[in-house]
Nanobody
Framework: QVQLVESGGGLVQPGGSLRLSCAAS??????MGWYRQASGKQRELVAT???????NYADSVKGRFTISRDNTKKTVYLQMNSLKPDDTAVYYC???????????WGQGTQVTVSS
């Protein structure tokens, strides 16, 4: 049993910052990621991080977003700086367990960047 709960979304002006958090329940804390889905568009990968800290970012967020994790707290974070209107989307937390062939998803948190 795995549950993911996101928090930290909200309304912010262009150029502002937000930090998203995702807390995982259960005993498994594997590859973690953040995805987003803008209105009328498909869900896309934002960033991933392995248990050892190896990261991967979408080109659109490199240099602005930072993904991190605390394995003791079983929490993953997404620090978002220099936000743009195009960043507006519902952001979803994801856990991938390759040995199980399983993905778990949070219910999402809304991020709106607007003046």
């Amino acid at each position: 049993q795995v549950q993911l709960v996101e928090s930290g979304g909200g309304l912010v002006q262009p150029g502002g910052s937000l930090r998203l958090s995702c807390a995982a329940s259960g005993s498994i804390f594997s590859i973690m990621g953040w995805y987003r889905q803008a209105s009328g568009k498909q869900r896309e990968l934002v960033a991933t991080i392995t248990r050892s800290g190896s990261t991967n970012y979408a080109d659109s967020v490199k240099g602005r977003f930072t993904i991190s994790r605390d394995n003791t707290k079983k929490t993953v974070y997404l620090q978002m700086n220099s936000l743009k209107p195009d960043d507006t989307a519902v952001y979803y937390c994801n856990m991938e367990v390759p040995t199980w062939g399983t993905n778990y998803w949070g219910q999402g948190t809304q991020v709106t960047v607007s003046s």
